[in-house]
């Protein structure tokens, strides 16, 4: 099963799909960022999962360093498949 790419970088869904075949680091860069998006979202729309806005605040914290970096190489033209950000 296809995993949905988060609405932020629908755009952007071709170039994800290559860099995750091409780079275990953008991988697990991308799938940590899809479920720290997707627990913020359980967490706030839940009624169940009460947690303090400290803890919220981190976890968004977390999700926008996440961000930051899959943004950095979605900027890059010409990446190396191993090795620092991009």
Known sequence: MKTLTPTKFVGCATKIDELKRRSP???RIFS???TITDEIWNLQTGAEALVTD???????MQA???ED???DWL??????EEGGTA
């Open 25 to 27: 680091r953008f991988l």
């Open 32 to 34: 940590e960022y899809t």
């Open 54 to 60: 400290d803890f919220l605040n981190a976890i968004k």
């Open 64 to 66: 926008a360093c996440l």
């Open 69 to 71: 970096e899959i943004e």
């Open 75 to 80: 900027s890059v033209d010409d990446w190396r």
